[in-house]
C-alpha cells in the first residue's frame, strides 16, 4: 500500500508541476512572428476547375513552385508545374511565374490576402474572382491518382 500512495504523490507532483508550468507560460507570452507564406501549402480547385488541386511552395528568397494535378477514375489527366518569384506588398500577393512545365512561360497574377495564419490562408484572385483557400501541410509528394488526393 505505501508503494502505491508514494506513486501517487510522485504523479500528482509532476502533474502539479505541470500545470504550473503551462500556467506561467501562458501568463508571460513571449513575443509572437507575424504568420509567413514561407513553407508549403495545399489546396483545391481554380477558375474554371473545381477539381484541381495543387501544392504551393514558397521560399523566404522570394521564389515559388506549385504542382498542379487533377485525377479522373484513378489515373491522372492533367499535370502542370510553375515556378518564379513571390512578394507580398500591401496586402497584395503577386505570382510572377517564369516557367511553366520546365520551359520558359510567363504570367503575372495578383490575389488579394483575405486571411493568413500560420496554417492557413485565403487568397481571391483579382480576375477573374476566386478565393483560393490553402493549408499548410509538412512538404511532401502527391501520391499516385489511385490512392487518391
Not at 3 to 20: C, D, E, Q
Request: glycine share 10%; with cysteine; aromatic share 14%.
Amino acid at each position: 500500500m505505501g508503494k502505491i500512495k508514494t506513486k501517487l504523490s510522485v504523479i500528482a507532483a509532476l502533474v502539479f508541476l505541470f500545470v504550473a508550468a503551462e500556467g506561467s507560460a501562458a501568463a508571460a507570452p513571449g513575443p509572437s512572428a507575424a504568420p509567413s507564406l514561407v513553407g508549403f501549402w495545399y489546396g483545391i480547385g481554380e477558375p474554371g476547375d473545381p477539381e484541381v488541386f495543387y501544392i504551393d511552395a514558397f521560399s523566404a528568397d522570394g521564389k515559388f513552385n506549385a504542382e498542379y494535378r487533377k485525377c479522373e477514375k484513378g489515373k491522372l489527366i492533367y499535370q502542370q508545374t510553375q515556378s518564379g518569384t513571390w512578394k507580398i506588398a500591401d496586402g497584395v500577393l503577386t505570382i510572377n511565374s517564369t516557367e511553366i512545365n520546365g520551359m520558359p512561360g510567363k504570367f503575372d497574377h495578383s490575389y488579394d490576402i483575405e486571411m493568413l495564419s500560420a496554417t492557413e490562408f485565403h487568397a481571391r484572385l483579382q480576375d477573374p474572382d476566386f478565393l483560393f483557400v490553402e493549408r499548410r501541410v509538412p512538404k511532401f509528394e502527391f501520391p499516385d491518382c489511385y490512392l487518391g488526393v
